[in-house]
């Protein structure tokens, strides 16, 4: 039997709205926020899985 490496990517969103001039502005205020951890995306964001064989470790 072979061993395979299989690769899961797990993809989270989530909307916030913000106050802002431009949408330049509005994308610095939730990225500033994001890096601060004002915003911490969990198991209710999750919106897809993926999956993928990577490679054979060993036949």
């Known amino acids: 039997m072979k061993v395979f490496n299989v690769e899961i990517t797990e993809t989270?969103?989530?909307?916030?709205?913000?106050?802002?001039?431009?949408?330049?502005?509005?994308?610095?205020?939730?990225?500033e926020a994001w890096i601060r951890s004002e915003y911490v995306l969990d198991a209710d964001d999750f919106l897809?899985?993926?999956?993928?064989v990577i490679g054979i470790v060993r036949k």
């Open 12 to 31: 989270l969103r989530r909307s916030v709205t913000v106050q802002a001039h431009d949408e330049r502005e509005a994308y610095n205020k939730v990225r």
């Open 48 to 52: 897809e899985a993926g999956f993928e």
